[in-house]
């Protein structure tokens, strides 16, 4: 079946500029997860949803940085006023969820690469 | 909070050789998670353990998860070129999913 897809893979834009991050997560999951890499770094936690409300914000690094999910499927992370600082690829998963949702292993998507110029 | 700390964060193997990574934790977990990311790719899922002492092993990979159920490690034999890329762990609690900084793995061939 299909996989996690974000959307786009890359993506360019000026300092100062909003940009929106797309992710459509394996039909079924009902969580989604974003998390932010630098280049040779770890996974920086973002925001986790569980359906459409999202239980945990506490890796958002800004007022800048939002996200949302709607219909339990789609979401979109909104970064405004970028910065260079930004620059990252941004990670989308989904997994099963439910109870115990940490218990899910996460499958991830091949990441938007943000470039803030 | 909640930490992951993954020993080491890079390795050097010959390939043929062995090497293990190792993951601990601050706190008791549910589970340990871990994933494997290619250079230019995204993590991939490889396995969970769930249970006190818990050993899995897939083909040259061997996956334990500690009595405590605070650590974890991940043993490859016979190293080949295809090991290349950094191994990531991550550790399911009551309120989260901590992911460790990885470990890099360069195979030389």
């Known amino acids: 079946g299909a996989g996690v897809s974000q959307s786009p893979s890359n993506k360019v834009t000026e300092k100062g500029k909003d940009v929106e991050l797309r992710c459509d997560p394996i039909?079924?999951?009902?969580?989604l997860y974003w998390y932010r890499q630098s280049l040779g770094q770890g996974l920086e936690f973002l925001i986790y949803?569980?359906?459409?409300?999202?239980?945990?914000k506490s890796g958002l690094p800004s007022d800048r940085f939002s996200a949302e999910r709607t219909g339990g499927s789609v979401s979109t992370l909104t970064i405004q006023r970028t910065q260079q600082e930004d620059s990252a690829v941004y990670l989308c998963?989904?997994?099963?969820?439910?109870?115990?949702?940490?218990?899910?292993?996460?499958?991830f998507g091949n990441g938007t690469r943000l470039t803030v110029t | 909070g909640q930490q992951v700390m993954q020993i080491p964060q890079y390795q050097h193997v010959q390939e043929g050789e062995d090497f293990t990574t190792y993951c601990n934790s601050s706190?008791?977990?549910?589970?340990i998670q871990w994933y494997k990311q290619r250079p230019g790719g995204h993590p991939v899922f490889l396995i969970q353990?769930?249970?006190?002492?818990e050993v899995k092993k897939q083909k040259r990979l061997t996956f334990q998860f500690g009595e405590a159920k605070k650590n974890s490690s991940l043993h490859i034999t016979a190293t080949q070129t295809t090991d290349v890329g950094t191994y990531f762990c991550a550790g399911g609690a009551e309120d989260r999913l901590a992911f460790g900084k990885g470990n890099q793995v360069v195979v030389i061939p």
């Open positions: 039909s079924g999951h009902t969580a």
């Open positions: 706190t008791t977990l549910s589970n």
């Open positions: 949803f569980q359906g459409n409300s999202a239980p945990d």
């Open positions: 998963a989904s997994s099963l969820g439910g109870t115990g949702v940490y218990n899910s292993p996460l499958h």
């Open positions: 353990l769930v249970k006190s002492g």
